[in-house]
Every structure is written in structure tokens, then in C-alpha cells.
């Protein structure tokens, strides 16, 4: 693939990469950052990465190594209110929403490993092993980050438990 083949990935994945990207920081402006810095790596090595075979999966890696080597803490900045705005969805509508709002606040707790991992279990549906091979550590580690991070969650955001025992 040319320089042709990296603007054809970046039209057809990107907003796949951007998804992964909003789901690991929970925040649109990080979310562009994140994808842009990968792009932009990847970009300088396209010809072979693009000579192994499927890209993605190494442009994923590399937007999560660039998420856990960013050095500033990059914590979710959100305004919690006690009520949420007057609106005429339907009741599905404004509890699905709400279930959306609660999740986001529950994340932002988290620090970027768990989130990762969640990302990747959970969302990526991939299997233990799997995560592992793709962050570079043990499994035990990643059943470490999936079991803290869930605990985690139960504690900050119950709610979220009696939603998937209604569904």
C-alpha cells in the first residue's frame, strides 16, 4: 500500500478508531488528540506496517500505548447535577440516557489500565488471553484490572447492576 493506501484506511476506520478512542477517555477533544497522535505515528511507518497484513490492529495498539504513556493525568471532567434536564422522550428514551450518563460518571473514576481493559474485554469482546498478547502483560494482570475495575464500578454506580438485572 502507498501513501494512497494510509488515506483509504484512515477514510474507512477512522471512525472505528474514533469509537475506540471515546469509549477509552470518555471525552470527545481527548478522544480526537488520541486518534490524531496514533494516525500520526503510524502514518511515518505505513509501508510496513502496512506490508504485515491487516493494520488495525497495530494502529489499536498503538492508541493505547499512547493513552497509558501520556503524562499528565487525563481525568473525565463531568458536572454531575441532581436532576437531569426537562425533556419529552419516552420513558425507554430517558432511561436508556440516564443508564448512558450514569455509565460515563462510573467510568471516569477508573484509571486509563482498567478502562482499557474493559474496552477490550468488554466492547472489543476479546478473551483474556487475547488482551493480554494485545497489552503486553499477564493474564493474571488483566483478570486483576477487569475484577478492580467492576468492583469499582458496583461501588460507584449500583445502579448500573439493577439495569442489566431488568434486561
Not at 425533556?87 to 436508556?96: G, M, V, Y
Request: glycine fraction near 4%; include cysteine; aromatic fraction near 6%.
Amino acid at each position: 500500500m502507498s501513501d494512497e493506501g494510509f488515506h483509504e484506511f484512515v477514510a474507512a476506520r477512522g471512525l472505528a478508531l474514533s469509537r475506540m478512542a471515546y469509549l477509552l477517555t470518555g471525552d470527545h477533544g481527548l478522544a480526537e488528540d488520541l486518534v490524531q497522535e496514533a494516525l500520526v505515528k503510524v502514518a511515518a511507518r505505513w509501508r510496513k506496517v502496512s506490508r504485515e497484513g491487516d493494520p488495525e490492529p497495530y494502529v489499536r495498539k498503538v492508541m493505547i500505548n499512547q493513552l497509558r504513556t501520556w503524562r499528565r493525568p487525563r481525568r473525565l471532567a463531568f458536572f454531575p447535577t441532581a436532576d437531569l434536564p426537562e425533556s419529552s422522550p419516552s420513558a425507554d428514551e430517558s432511561a436508556q440516557a440516564e443508564l448512558k450518563v450514569a455509565l460515563l460518571r462510573a467510568l471516569s473514576v477508573l484509571g486509563a489500565k482498567q478502562r482499557i481493559v474493559l474496552y477490550l474485554r468488554f466492547y472489543e469482546d476479546l478473551s483474556e488471553s487475547a488482551v493480554a498478547a494485545q497489552l503486553g502483560c499477564s493474564i493474571g494482570t488483566v483478570k486483576r484490572h477487569t475484577h478492580d475495575a467492576l468492583k469499582r464500578l458496583r461501588q460507584v454506580a449500583p445502579r448500573l447492576l439493577e439495569a442489566e438485572v431488568r434486561s
